[in-house]
């Protein structure tokens, strides 16, 4: 809501500004809003009851700016602690925030040269400025709970603003004020020595982009050049930062092998369960020699090779099985609950078996194995083991005839055939016997409120086991094709939305178009 709120102000204050009416900027506004429903109803849904709306208080003081990496907006090598992920303050250079150097110096130089004219234009722009940048260096919530993800609106706004300043004042000293800014911020970085791995090689580049563009405005001012200068070496400045500094810098690097292309010796067909260490530490480049790939596939990586695993990369951790399984966001399990599904669930009776896992990755640094009467080893080499369920793998829907979330109702086995298993939605051919108890199908596939199920035009509840898997009761003697379709409310209504936004954005295009043939 505050940034619906400051958002309308600026087009409030742009709108009066120019003498036109309101409700275009709104209209704009509110067709942005409507066509991106989908995916902040989404947000939303998902977000409620996740592992993210569990976060310690902690958490909001991860990945803030900190006030002392401000100069990094002039020269990005800047490099002052950080606090990151872990909570941990590392030394960190600041290449979130850096903008190509033009639009500060273009703000700067428009306060110097004529701080009233610039103030009376972009009096609510400076306040959007001032607030982004508050909220960069302060804890927030939501998804921009780490605040360093206020960055890109900050960016835009303040591109927006030099542009605006360089339209009032097309004669600005833009290059010399920032050869000057150059100067005033490469003094205390050599003081306090706070340039990082890159500070010279980056700090002599930039100079001498700063110079070139000084020297045109100084001895070559013809108006062509003034007007794509700023723009130019916005774009230069930003490619030698990119090739200067590392664009991932304290990202974990790892040496993965083209094997994850391959499914082998994994099957397909079959759902895993992996259990591994923190990718970070067990995998990274700096802790292990050679590739991985083949057995240990850290995050969603399985995807790859189309192999189905029911932990994986989340950074929400919606409530059900990442959250009950204690499942961190790089898909890696806590130790103590990998070692008590493994030793404990993995039986004829156990969760796995009615989640439908019939297969187990375990890391070679993790010293547990489940019961050989249950499962046999398939394959084994120095990233891990895979063990395999005895037998056929598990079907994706299953008729079962007694569940302990339902310990007082029995349940006929239906006949299944045609099964048919896709993204968000799976079909098969249900045949239940007459008589009076129901059939009770289960499915493997996580669970999340919106699922939809029926059977010709008949629609059938759907509930869930603890919430971890869909369960459907088929009553006694139906026959016909079942469709379970994840459907839920926020979908349909964030497509109407946007369908209607969008037929909206189409007609104006068409009465403008009409407009001007007129």
């Known amino acids: 809501m505050l940034v619906i709120l400051i958002a309308w102000m600026a087009c409030r204050a742009v709108a009066l500004r120019e003498g036109g009416s309101i409700l275009p900027m709104l209209g704009g506004a509110a067709l942005g809003f409507g066509l991106s429903a989908p995916a902040w109803l989404a947000i939303l849904d998902y977000v409620q009851g996740s592992a993210r709306s569990l976060h310690s208080a902690g958490a909001h003081w991860q990945w803030i700016v900190p ?14 602690n950080w606090a990151d992920f872990s909570t941990r303050y590392l030394s960190h250079p600041a290449t979130e925030l850096a903008c190509g150097l033009a639009a500060p110096a273009a703000l700067i130089a428009g306060f110097v040269r004529s701080p009233r004219a ?27 709970r780490w ?27 833009t290059g010399c004020t920032t050869f000057l800014l150059l100067i005033l911020v490469t003094i205390p970085m050599s003081i306090f020595n706070t340039g990082g791995a890159n500070g010279a090689t980056l700090t002599w580049i930039y100079f001498q982009i700063a110079a070139i563009w000084a020297l045109f405005e100084l001895f070559l001012p013809v108006p062509k050049i003034r007007e794509w200068a700023p723009p130019v070496a916005t774009f230069v400045i930003l490619l030698a930062t990119y090739i200067c500094i590392p664009p991932n810098c304290g990202v974990p690097k790892y040496n993965l092998s083209q094997e994850l292309l391959k499914p082998e010796p994994l099957d397909p067909q079959r759902l895993y369960l992996a259990v591994y260490s923190p990718a970070e530490y067990a995998y990274r480049r700096e802790y292990r020699n050679g590739p991985i790939g083949q057995v240990a596939r850290p995050g969603s990586t399985p ?59 375990i890391a070679r640094e993790i010293s547990v194995e489940p019961a050989p009467s249950d499962w046999e080893l398939k394959y084994e080499n120095d990233e891990g083991r895979v063990f395999h369920r005895t037998g056929e793998p598990f079907s994706r829907i299953r008729s079962v005839e007694w569940i302990d979330s339902l310990p007082e109702r029995e349940f006929v086995t239906a006949a299944i055939s045609g099964i048919n298993d896709f993204r968000n939605y799976v079909t098969a051919d249900i045949n239940v016997p007459p008589g009076e108890e129901p059939a009770l199908l289960t499915f493997s596939r996580p669970y999340f409120h919106g699922y939809q199920a029926k059977i010709g035009n008949r629609v059938l509840p759907v ?12 009553p006694a003697g139906t026959q016909g094709r079942l469709t379970l379709i994840y459907r839920p409310r ?18 104006g295009i068409l009465r403008a178009g009409r407009a001007r043939i007129a």
Request: glycine share 10%; hydrophobic share 55%; proline share 5%.
């Open 147 to 173: 605040s360093f993800r206020w960055l890109p609106f900050f960016h835009l706004v303040l591109a927006l603003s030099a542009a605006q300043v360089l339209q009032i004042r097309p004669r600005l000293a």
């Open 303 to 361: 995807m790859w090779a189309g192999l189905h695993f029911i932990n994986g990369y989340s950074p929400i951790l919606t409530a059900g099985v990442a959250r009950d399984f204690k499942f961190f966001i790089h898909g890696e399990i806590d130790g103590d609950m990998g070692r008590y599904l493994v030793q404990n669930e993995s039986g004829p009776t156990g969760i796995l078996q009615q989640l439908g896992i019939d297969g187990i990755v």
């Open 490 to 507: 926020w979908l349909v209504i964030g497509v109407i939305l946007s369908i209607c936004c969008a037929g909206i954005w189409l007609f």
């Open 67 to 80: 006030w002392r990496a401000l100069p990094g907006f002039i020269l990005p090598c800047w490099t002052v």
């Open 118 to 144: 610039v103030i009376r234009r972009l009096k609510w722009e400076l306040i959007l400025l001032a607030v982004l940048l508050v909220l960069c260096m302060i804890p927030t919530a939501g998804v921009f």
């Open 463 to 474: 509930d869930s086991y603890r919430g971890l898997f869909p369960i459907v009761q088929v």
